[in-house]
C-alpha cells in the first residue's frame, strides 16, 4: 500500500523537472554496497531496495603493453605493410587485400600442414609465379653486365637503376650488347683483324721461309682454300706400323666372317626311342587307334601333371600332331627341334638338328608325316617327320618370320611365308621355284591365317595393320588399319572359322569377322595380361568356349568365350610363357612353352 501511495504521490506531481529525475535518495542508495540499507530508505517516502552489479563487456581483452611500449601510430602503419604471417590463428587489425593475397617468400615444404593448398601448386615446392623479366630482356642484361660491367637493376622501377660500372656505362651512352651503335661494331671488327694480323707476323717469325715456299705445310696451312688442303697430293708411299696393324686386324676379322657364312651346318637328327617301328611294323609315329574324342564339351585344366625338358634355350613355339596330339613338335631357340611322346612314355622321341640360329616357326602338314621349320638363319626347311630327313631347303636371303603349308589337300605343295623384308613368299615345294610373291606391307609380316574355305589369307605385320587376300593374287582385297591399332604378332582362328582373335601389343585380344567386310567385334575384347612387347600365342579351345594365351610374366590365361571374362590363370613359366596349345582330343588338358626353356603339360 505504501507502493501505492508512493505512484500517486509521484504521479500527482505538477513539477515536471522532479518527474523527469530520479530522487537523491534513490541516487545515494544505488551508490552503497549490495545488501545495506540507507538510512533515507526507512522512510516511507523513498523507493524501494535496489541492487548494485558488477559491470561486464563481452569485448576480448586485449594486451595494451606493446601498443604503450610502442611509438603512436607506428603500429598501423607496421601493420598494413608487412605480410600477414600464414601459421597464425588470429589477426588483431584488419589486413588489406594485398597483405591477404601477398605471395609466401620462399619454398612451401610439399607435406606441410602450413603450407599452399595442393590446388594451388604448380611445383612439388608450392606455386611459381612467372618472372617479371621475360628471357630475351634477362639474356641481354646477364649478357651486357658480362661485357660491359653493367646492367638494369631488375628491383627498380621500370628498369631506371643500374647496378655496375657506371663510367663503362657513361662511355657506352648506355647501350646493350643487342643495339650497339654502327661505330662500335666497325671498332670491333678493326680490333679482331690487328688480332689476326699480329698472330700471322709471330707465326712468320717462328717458320721464317718456310711460310713462302709452296712445298712446305706450313705454306699450304697459310695458303689453305679448301677442307683437305694441308695434306700433300698423291699416294702414300708406306703404312705407319700402327696402320699396318690396324690392316692385318681388319683382314682377319673379314676373312673369319666370310668363313663363318660358308660354313654350312650339317643336317642331322637322333632318334631317342626304344624302336623306330613295333612287332607289328607300325611306325612311331602312327597314331593309337584308340586315340577318340569321348567328350565335346571342354574344361579348364587344374594342375600341372607333366614337364618336358631338354631344350637348352628358350622355347620359341609348339604344335601337337594333327587331329590325334599324340605327339609334340617344339622350336628352341638353341637351334634345335625336338619332338615329344604325348601319351606314352613323355619322352623325347627324335631330334632335328639342320638351323645354324634359333628357329623361329615351325608348322605340320595335314597328315602330320612332315613339318616345316623357319629359323634366324634366313632358311626355312621341309623335313621328313619319321626319318629325320631334310626334303628341301627354301631360302630368299631374308629370315623367315612365320611359314605355313596351304590346308587344302591337293596343295600340299604350297608353302607360304612371311619374310622380313615385307614380302609374303609363295613356294611350289615339287619344284622348289617361287610361284608368286605378295608385296604390299610396311613392315616385316608376322601372320598368315587361312580363312574362307581356304580361298583367302589374312596377314598381320609390323605396321600395325592387317591385309586380306585373295590367294593366288597379290592384290590386297582388304586393308585394316587405325590409328588405334597395334601391331598383332598372333592370330588364331576360331573353330566355327567366322571369327579371327588376334593378340594386340596393347595389352588385349582382339576380335574380328572373317566374313566379307572383316569387320572389329567390338562387344569381344580379352584383356588383364600382360603381352606388350612378346608374340604371346592365342589359341582356341576345340569346342569355342575358350580363349587362351600366354603373357610375358609367365602366366596362361583362360577367357570364357561368351562373357569375356577372365575364367583361370595358371602360373607356368618363371620366364615368358610364349605359347600355347589346347589338345585337339583331350578336352582338358593344355601344352604351354616358355623363354625359360620348359614344356609344361596341364590337366
Same mark, same amino acid.
Given at each position: ?91 588483431? =587489425? ?19 600442414? !602450413? ?14 609465379? !612467372? ?17 660491359? %660491367? *653493367? ?22 651512352? %648506355? ?8 661505330? +662500335?661494331?666497325?671498332?670491333?671488327? /678493326? ?43 698423291? /699416294? ?24 663363318? +657364312? ?12 626304344? +624302336? ?7 611306325? &612311331?609315329? !602312327? ?16 594342375? &600341372?601333371?607333366?614337364? &618336358? ?14 587331329? *590325334? ?27 632335328? @638338328? ?74 611350289? @615345294? ?68 567366322? &571369327? ?11 576380335? *574380328? ?29 576345340? !569346342? ?13 590365361? =583362360? ?45
Amino acid at each position: 500500500m505504501d507502493l501505492l501511495q508512493n505512484y500517486q504521490d509521484d504521479s500527482g506531481d505538477s513539477n515536471p523537472e522532479l518527474r523527469n529525475h530520479p530522487p537523491l535518495e534513490d541516487a545515494t542508495a544505488t551508490s552503497a554496497p549490495a545488501g545495506v540499507e540507507n538510512e533515507s530508505s526507512s522512510s516511507p517516502d523513498s523507493s524501494p531496495l535496489r541492487l548494485a552489479l558488477p559491470a561486464k563487456s563481452c569485448a576480448p581483452e586485449v594486451d595494451e603493453t606493446l601498443m604503450a611500449l610502442g611509438v603512436p601510430g607506428s603500429e598501423k602503419k607496421n601493420n598494413y605493410n608487412k605480410p600477414i604471417d600464414p601459421t597464425q590463428h588470429s589477426v588483431t =587489425f584488419n589486413p588489406s587485400y594485398d597483405q591477404l593475397w601477398a605471395p609466401l617468400y620462399g619454398p612451401a615444404h610439399p607435406y606441410a600442414k !602450413d603450407g599452399i593448398a595442393q590446388g594451388m601448386r604448380n611445383h612439388k615446392l608450392g606455386f611459381v609465379e !612467372d618472372s617479371a623479366i621475360e628471357p630475351f630482356m634477362f639474356d641481354e642484361q646477364y649478357n651486357t653486365f658480362h661485357r660491359y %660491367g *653493367y646492367a638494369a637493376d631488375p628491383s627498380a622501377s621500370l628498369g631506371s637503376h643500374i647496378v655496375g660500372d657506371l663510367e663503362s656505362l657513361k662511355r657506352n651512352d %648506355g647501350a646493350s650488347v643487342y643495339n650497339l651503335p654502327k661505330r +662500335e661494331h666497325k671498332k670491333q671488327k /678493326l680490333e679482331k683483324k690487328m688480332l689476326q694480323k699480329d698472330e700471322n707476323e709471330e707465326e712468320e717469325k717462328e717458320h721464317g721461309e718456310e711460310v713462302d715456299n709452296p712445298s712446305t705445310e706450313e705454306w699450304l696451312k697459310k695458303n689453305r682454300i679448301s677442307p683437305w688442303a694441308g695434306k700433300k697430293e698423291g /699416294l702414300q708411299t708406306e703404312l705407319t706400323e700402327e696402320q699396318k696393324k690396324y690392316a692385318q686386324e681388319h683382314a682377319e676379322k673379314k676373312g673369319d666372317r666370310e668363313k663363318g +657364312e660358308k660354313v654350312e651346318i650339317v643336317d642331322k637328327t637322333t632318334f631317342h626311342g626304344k +624302336e623306330e617301328r613295333d612287332y607289328q611294323g607300325r611306325s &612311331w609315329i !602312327d597314331p593309337p587307334k584308340d586315340a577318340k574324342a569321348t567328350n565335346d564339351h571342354c574344361y579348364i585344366p587344374k594342375r &600341372w601333371v607333366h614337364t &618336358w625338358s631338354g631344350h637348352t634355350k628358350g622355347v620359341s613355339a609348339i604344335r601337337f600332331f594333327p587331329k *590325334y596330339g599324340h605327339l609334340l613338335l617344339s622350336a628352341g631357340m638353341d637351334t634345335k627341334v625336338k619332338i615329344w611322346d604325348v601319351f606314352n612314355s613323355g619322352k623325347c622321341m627324335r631330334t632335328y @638338328m639342320g638351323h645354324s640360329k634359333a628357329v623361329r616357326d615351325i608348322s605340320f602338314s595335314n597328315d602330320g608325316s612332315r613339318f616345316l621349320s623357319a629359323g634366324y638363319d634366313r632358311n626355312i626347311k621341309l623335313w621328313d617327320t619319321e626319318t629325320g630327313k631334310v626334303i628341301s631347303t627354301f631360302s630368299t636371303g631374308k629370315i623367315p618370320y612365320v611359314v605355313k603349308l596351304h590346308p587344302d589337300e591337293d596343295k600340299q605343295n604350297v608353302l607360304l611365308a612371311g619374310m622380313s623384308d615385307k614380302k609374303i613368299v609363295q613356294w611350289d @615345294m615339287n619344284s622348289g621355284e617361287i610361284t608368286q610373291e605378295y608385296d604390299q606391307h610396311l613392315g616385316a609380316v608376322n601372320t598368315i591365317t587361312f580363312v574362307d574355305n581356304n580361298r583367302r589369307f589374312v596377314t598381320s605385320s609390323d605396321d600395325k595393320s592387317l591385309r586380306v587376300w585373295e590367294f593366288g593374287i597379290p592384290v590386297v582385297i582388304k586393308y585394316i588399319s587405325e590409328p588405334h591399332m597395334h601391331s598383332m604378332p598372333s592370330i588364331s582362328l576360331h573353330p566355327n572359322t567366322n &571369327w579371327l582373335a588376334a593378340q594386340s601389343l596393347d595389352n588385349q585380344i582382339l576380335i *574380328y569377322s572373317t566374313r566379307e567386310r572383316f569387320q572389329l567385334n567390338k562387344k569381344k575384347r580379352f584383356a588383364g595380361h600382360i603381352a606388350a612387347g612378346y608374340a604371346c600365342q592365342v589359341n582356341f579351345s576345340p !569346342d569355342g568356349r575358350f580363349v587362351m594365351s600366354g603373357d610375358g610374366e609367365g602366366r596362361c590365361w =583362360f577367357w570364357d568365350w561368351k562373357t569375356c571374362k577372365v575364367f583361370r590363370t595358371l602360373k607356368c613359366h618363371d620366364n615368358v610363357c610364349i605359347g600355347c596349345e589346347w589338345h585337339p582330343l583331350e578336352q582338358s588338358k593344355v601344352a604351354t612353352c616358355g623363354w625359360d626353356g620348359m614344356i609344361k603339360y596341364w590337366d
